[in-house]
Every structure is written in C-alpha cells, then in structure tokens.
C-alpha cells in the first residue's frame, strides 16, 4: 500500500518516472528527495525546538538539531543533484557525477558537528539536572513527528531503491534514525515525569550524541571508498562480460577496468578474438563489442583486441602440466592468455597472464611471479625462462 502511494506522489513529480538508467531521470530522483524532506523537516525542526523549549528538555532540543543538521544534508542533496546536472567542462571532462558521493562525506561532518554540541549539552543536564516540564500532550505530539518522519524516510528509500542512490539512501538512514531517537526521547520524558527523574533527559542526550558520533563516521567512511575508486559490482561486472562476449567473434574478456563517474562509466577491457579473423575484422569486432557496452553503460567504453592463436598438440600438452603447478601453487587464482614461445627447437618461453588472491600484496607480485617461474622450470624440462604479467588489483 505504502509503495502504491510512493509511487503515485514521486511519479506526479517526476516526469518519465520509470526511465531510471536516464541521467536527467535520476537527477530528479534526487530533487523530489531533497526537496520533500527539506519541507518536512523544516516543520518538523520547528514543531520540536519550541516543544523542547516549552519543556526545557535537552533531549528534546537535541533530536531539533539532529534534524537541523538533517535540513542542511537535505540541501547538501538538492546542490549536489543541481550539480550532478552540469555538463562537462573542460576542467571536469568526465562531468560531476561524482559529487553524489560528496554529499554523505559532508552529512558526516555535520553529523560529528552536531553531536559535539548535543554532548556537552546532554552532559551538563546529566550531571546538573533541571525539572523538565512535562504536559499530557508532549508524547503525543513527539508520537506525530515520529511517525511523520518514518513515512518521509520510507519515501525516500523508494526513490532511492529506484535509482540505486547512496546519496539519497544516506538521507533515508538519517529520517528513520531519528524516528528511533524521538520514540527514546519519549520514552525517557515519561520516566522521567513518572519517578521525578530529571537526570534522564540528559542521559539520553548522551545517548543520541553517541549514536551521532557514530553515524558520522560510517558515513565518512562509505563516502571516501567511491571518492578515491571502489571496486565494480560482481552483477555490474558480470553485466559487462555478457555484454562483450554477445557480440560475435568475441572468445572471452579479461582484463576489466571500471571507472565509475557517479552518472557515467569509463570501461575497458581485452577482448580475446580467434587470430583467424585477422587484423581488418578484430577490430570491426572490437568496435561493435565498445559500441554495445556504451548504449547498456553510458559513457565510454575500449575494448583491446587479444587474438586467440590456435593451439598445437604440443602447446596444449604444455598447458595441461601449468595447469596442474598454477592449481596448487598458493595464492593464485587463474589464468589466462597461456602462450609458448619457441626460443629453438629445444628451449621454449612459456608466458601467460596470471590472476591472484586479493589478500595478496602488490609488494609480493614480484616475488611471486620468480617463485612460480621457479616452479614451472622444476616441472617442465627445457623451459628458457618465463614471462608472467600479474594482472593488477584494479582490472578482472
């Protein structure tokens, strides 16, 4: 029922509601978000500081700034989505995507601002205790802004379910948090009242400086990963190779590099193409295989071109013996792109592409690399050396 009603609000707002893969789309998404929960705060922040007044409750006057610091994330959000909007420039050649993931870097810092003032405050109502006063209607009211910010928080999860936002979902977090501290401010008003327990007030607010203290710093830290470069999705990756090996000629891929701009992504990858196409049609292939990962992705995709050489009997006899050292050699993962290079009749070049555990260091690439030339020379007789290229942490 929720959702039906959500849909029917968002959709009067949003115009083409359902093209959530459109970047002009999303950009509303976060709007419509920004700008509802700016209304609805705003009242709400002024319902609860002049309840907080009238009953001189720290922990009342708390949960208003707790939403004050909730407006000024909301318009973060809209400056932000305005921002998103911006073309490219030639200073920002990849465009401003990439402010949507500011935006929860400054709601931390908001947040860690805000609970430094509710703490003090909170501290001094613990330790030095005034009467708080209490009247019949305070819960009940407290009870109305709860639930009015639980249904502003399960519309903007909806958009931001929709569009797949962190920015917007950040802010949905934010609404039911402070649903959950209003309902402990209530709880702890009527204890209070109920066994002349003022102190109470200010423990809760302690409390809810806590909380925020914590929330600061989950959302700085879920904020920096995409800022300084996350690692792409299994799903997006997975996408990206059904994509590429849809297009005729194309073996497999490997090698994919995901460069996520917030409304765009930069993509590339190799392409493993039989040789036998040769040069003229590999890169007629190659060229479909970056134009299909455009139209599904955005933005702009390179697809280098591998040939597939086709293997000898004595070549594949060869990768049956690596195949058995690269399963039991430790911290390797797979392979790929296996190649023998003749140096003379007798002496051969093994190279291959070699994909390790993450929890290997890239300061022990080096080191792993001899150790399995090492071990392929004890296995394999009359091997001149090997090259083994260690794919990096950043391509799959």
Same mark, same amino acid.
């Given at each position: 029922?929720?959702?039906?009603?959500?849909?029917?609000?968002?959709?009067?707002?949003?115009?083409? @509601?359902? +093209?959530?893969?459109?970047?002009?789309?999303?950009?509303?998404?976060?709007?419509?978000?920004?700008?509802?929960?700016?209304?609805?705060?705003?009242?709400?922040?002024?319902?609860?500081?002049?309840?907080?007044?009238?009953?001189?409750?720290?922990?009342?006057?708390?949960?208003?700034?707790?939403?004050?610091?909730?407006?000024?994330?909301?318009?973060?959000?809209?400056?932000?989505?305005?921002?998103?909007?911006?073309?490219?420039?030639?200073?920002?050649? =990849?465009?401003? &995507?990439?402010?949507?993931?500011?935006?929860?870097?400054?709601?931390?810092? @908001?947040?860690?601002?805000?609970?430094?003032?509710?703490?003090?405050?909170?501290?001094?109502?613990?330790?030095?205790?005034?009467?708080?006063?209490?009247?019949?209607?305070?819960?009940?009211?407290?009870?109305?802004?709860?639930?009015?910010?639980?249904?502003?928080?399960?519309?903007?999860? @909806?958009?931001?379910?929709?569009?797949?936002?962190?920015?917007?979902?950040?802010?949905?977090?934010?609404?039911?948090?402070?649903?959950?501290?209003? =309902?402990?401010?209530?709880?702890?008003?009527?204890?209070?009242?109920?066994?002349? =327990?003022?102190?109470? +007030?200010?423990?809760?607010?302690?409390?809810?400086?806590?909380?925020?203290?914590?929330?600061?710093?989950?959302?700085?830290?879920?904020?920096?990963?995409?800022?300084?470069?996350?690692?792409?999705?299994?799903?997006?990756?997975?996408?990206?190779?059904?994509?590429?090996?849809?297009?005729?000629?194309?073996?497999?891929?490997?090698?994919?590099?995901?460069?996520?701009?917030?409304?765009?992504?930069?993509?590339?990858?190799?392409?493993?193409?039989?040789?036998?196409? &040769?040069?003229?049609?590999?890169?007629?292939?190659?060229?479909?295989?970056?134009?299909?990962?455009?139209?599904?992705?955005?933005?702009?995709?390179?697809?280098?071109?591998?040939?597939?050489?086709?293997?000898?009997?004595?070549?594949?006899?060869?990768?049956?013996? =690596?195949?058995?050292?690269?399963?039991? @050699?430790? &911290?390797?993962?797979?392979?790929?792109?296996?190649?023998?290079?003749?140096?003379?009749?007798?002496?051969?070049?093994?190279?291959? +592409?070699?994909?390790?555990? +993450?929890?290997?260091?890239?300061?022990?690439?080096?080191?792993?690399?001899?150790?399995?030339?090492?071990?392929?020379?004890?296995?394999?007789?009359?091997?001149?050396?090997?090259?083994?290229?260690?794919?990096?942490?950043?391509?799959?």
């Amino acid at each position: 029922m929720l959702n039906w009603l959500n849909q029917k609000i968002a959709s009067g707002f949003i115009r083409d @509601f359902n +093209d959530t893969d459109n970047k002009r789309v999303r950009i509303r998404y976060g709007l419509v978000s920004g700008w509802f929960s700016i209304a609805v705060i705003f009242l709400l922040f002024v319902v609860k500081i002049v309840l907080g007044l009238m009953a001189h409750s720290v922990s009342i006057i708390a949960t208003a700034f707790h939403l004050l610091s909730h407006l000024a994330n909301s318009i973060i959000l809209v400056v932000t989505f305005y921002v998103t909007a911006r073309p490219a420039t030639e200073k920002s050649p =990849f465009g401003h &995507g990439r402010m949507e993931h500011i935006a929860p870097l400054i709601m931390a810092i @908001f947040l860690f601002v805000s609970a430094i003032y509710i703490g003090e405050t909170s501290v001094h109502q613990a330790v030095e205790p005034h009467e708080v006063h209490y009247f019949r209607a305070l819960p009940w009211i407290l009870l109305g802004t709860m639930i009015v910010k639980l249904l502003l928080a399960q519309f903007v999860r @909806f958009l931001a379910d929709r569009v797949r936002s962190e920015a917007i979902h950040a802010n949905a977090v934010h609404h039911v948090i402070e649903a959950v501290m209003t =309902f402990g401010v209530i709880l702890g008003l009527i204890i209070g009242h109920s066994y002349h =327990f003022p102190a109470i +007030d200010g423990y809760i607010g302690i409390v809810v400086s806590a909380w925020l203290l914590y929330l600061g710093y989950t959302h700085a830290k879920h904020s920096i990963v995409p800022i300084l470069g996350r690692a792409p999705s299994n799903e997006t990756l997975r996408k990206i190779r059904e994509t590429a090996r849809g297009v005729e000629g194309v073996y497999d891929v490997h090698e994919t590099i995901v460069h996520d701009y917030g409304s765009m992504y930069i993509i590339s990858l190799h392409a493993e193409i039989p040789e036998r196409y &040769g040069p003229a049609k590999m890169h007629e292939i190659a060229e479909v295989c970056e134009g299909r990962l455009r139209k599904t992705f955005g933005g702009e995709s390179v697809c280098h071109t591998d040939p597939l050489v086709e293997k000898t009997p004595e070549t594949e006899a060869l990768e049956k013996k =690596f195949a058995r050292i690269a399963s039991d @050699f430790p &911290g390797l993962k797979s392979y790929h792109r296996f190649r023998v290079i003749s140096e003379s009749p007798k002496r051969t070049i093994i190279a291959a +592409d070699i994909n390790l555990d +993450d929890r290997v260091p890239e300061s022990d690439y080096a080191d792993v690399a001899k150790n399995l030339e090492r071990k392929v020379m004890e296995k394999i007789p009359n091997v001149a050396y090997c090259a083994f290229y260690i794919t990096p942490k950043f391509a799959y």
